[in-house]
């Protein structure tokens, strides 16, 4: 009977000393659990909100973590930044925040779309079919062309390419503006000073004028060209422009050559002179 009743005290006492301890532990989880709760809802420490925009994803987390700031990343689209980039974030830097707020991070990551089919299309209407997949366009080469201006030839890249959101692709566009300028104007019976200006849009450096007497055309109009109009040319052709000139020109023009021939004459008798001499 002793001993069954001496087993019995130390059970109670287990069972006492037991219900201490998970009292205490109880006591105490509700303790932290409360410093947790007060930590993260009643902190009334703020900080400043960093600028993450332009940044990608990994750096922008290590810069809110180091500030004590959460963050919640969305991903969406945007033409402003490059793919995989932050574009946007709320609240924005330098606004005084809570600790441990969570900072709204706009990232341009989502899916790029393949580039449509915009070959053989007028440029406006490619356009309009590229804005409303929202690829934007980096840049636009001209062709000398015999198709209908601005109609699109090719993308870089090709039709059927993916193409991440943000991106950018480059068109070439016929030009029969670009086939002309390859061939001689036709600037015969211009004044000679327009057809210069007509001339100056094709950047040729070798042009000649010359004056012909010609009673049957105005003073300084252009009478003939070398070459001929229609004729291929390029930036470094030499063209010959003949213009009218009146007979007083004419007759001046032969005074100077011969001139210029006497000249070349005494140039030749002193020459030999000199050469008899030595």
């Known amino acids: 009977m002793k001993t069954k009743k001496k087993s019995k005290k130390k059970n109670n006492k287990k069972n006492i000393l037991l219900s201490l301890l998970n009292l205490i532990l109880f006591l105490a989880v509700i303790y932290y659990s409360f410093l947790i709760f007060r930590f993260y809802f009643f902190n009334e420490k703020l900080v400043y909100v960093p600028n993450i925009v332009s940044l990608n994803e990994s750096q922008a987390k290590k810069i809110l973590e180091e500030s004590h700031l959460g963050y919640n990343i969305i991903s969406s689209r945007s033409n402003e930044v490059p793919y995989d980039i932050i574009y946007k974030q709320f609240p924005q830097a330098n606004t005084k925040v809570k600790i441990n707020r969570a900072i709204k991070v706009y990232i341009n990551n989502e899916k790029g779309d393949k580039i449509p089919n915009i070959y053989g299309l007028n440029l406006d209407e490619a356009r309009s079919i590229l804005d409303e997949k929202k690829i934007n366009i980096k840049r636009i080469d001209y062709k000398a062309s015999e198709i209908e201006e601005n109609t699109v030839l090719s ?13 950018s692709i480059s068109i ?14 036709n600037i015969i019976g211009y004044d000679i000073s327009k057809a210069k200006d007509i001339i100056k849009k094709y950047n040729i450096g070798n042009i000649d004028i010359i004056g012909l007497y010609d009673k049957n055309y105005p003073e300084n109009m252009v009478i003939r060209t070398d070459p001929m109009p229609n004729r291929e040319i390029d930036r470094n052709s030499r063209l010959k422009i003949y213009i009218s000139i009146s007979k007083k020109d004419k ?11 006497s000249d070349e004459s005494i140039d030749n008798l002193i020459k030999r002179a000199l050469e008899n001499n030595e």
């Open 172 to 185: 070439l566009v016929s030009s029969r503006q670009l086939k002309k300028l390859n061939n001689m104007p």
């Open 155 to 167: 993308t870089y890249p090709k039709y059927g390419d993916l193409i991440k959101y943000g991106e």
């Open 251 to 261: 007759e001046l023009e032969e005074s100077l050559k011969k001139s210029e021939k």
